[in-house]
């Protein structure tokens, strides 16, 4: 079997708070996991988990990977809007056009995410959390469909997009120009590996996809580290 996506990991400022913005936001009640820390369990059974763990410095460049919120309604998105505000988000200007009708915003701590209008027909059926919107290149796309078994649902103009068999949120990619690699990006994926599949047989499966070591030097108990072919760290957890 393959990996799953356990969680979408944010490094933050300070955890518990940042944990319970966006709680507060999506809606979700927080959980203290002495294995995983701080975060918030998944919505539903095909949902993942956002995890908060401690940052190593602040953040200096915008992220890579940002949640595209939906709406039913223009209601529904400023009462999104004003929640967000009211729990410590502010609005920022990163070149976005009133004619695209969504509302860009940053969280206490900085990263960057958007509440769509109503109407957004190619998140219809996803859920509150419509889309993780990634910079990346065609190429990680693929690694990622192959990596979670996750068919492509958009594979168009070197933009893909990526969607569990199940539904929910869409994993997508928006293609070239990408940004710069920062030295650790504070936004990321933690993997699982299944109870019934061989660890390290799956870290040479994902190894033969394209990915990369990232561990080096780690703590031989510490979480393997790989990368992606775009050179994005991502974390491979045993089962629990």
């Not at 919120?69 to 967000?84: G, I």
């Not at 998140?123 to 492509?152: E, I, K, M």
């Amino acid at each position: 079997m393959t990996s799953q996506l356990f969680a979408i990991c944010f490094d933050a400022s300070e955890p518990s708070a940042l944990a319970r913005f966006w709680s507060g936001v999506l809606g979700r009640e927080t959980d203290d996991d002495p294995r995983h820390g701080v975060s918030l369990p998944p919505a539903d059974d095909i949902g993942f988990r956002i995890r908060f763990v401690p940052a190593r410095g602040p953040k200096t460049v915008p992220n890579r990977m940002h949640f595209d919120l939906t709406s039913a309604s223009p209601e529904d998105q400023r009462q999104t809007v004003a929640r967000a505000l009211e729990l410590g988000a502010r609005h920022i200007d990163i070149g976005q056009r009133p004619e695209e009708g969504h509302v860009v915003l940053a969280d206490p701590d900085g990263n960057e995410f958007c509440v769509l209008g109503p109407g957004n027909e190619f998140l219809a059926g996803c859920g509150f959390v419509g889309a993780l919107a990634c910079d990346g290149s065609q190429a990680v796309g693929y690694f990622w469909s192959r990596a979670l078994g996750w068919p492509l649902v958009w594979d168009q103009d070197e933009e893909t997009a990526i969607q569990s068999p199940h539904g929910g949120t869409k994993i997508t990619w928006g293609g070239p120009p990408v940004l710069p690699k920062a030295d650790r990006e504070r936004v990321r994926f933690d993997l699982v590996v299944p109870a019934d599949t061989d660890p390290q047989a799956e870290v040479d499966r994902l190894l033969s996809l394209g990915a990369t070591r990232a561990d080096a030097g780690r703590d031989e108990d510490g979480p393997i580290v790989l990368a992606d072919p775009d050179g994005i760290e991502f974390v491979v957890l045993a089962s629990r």
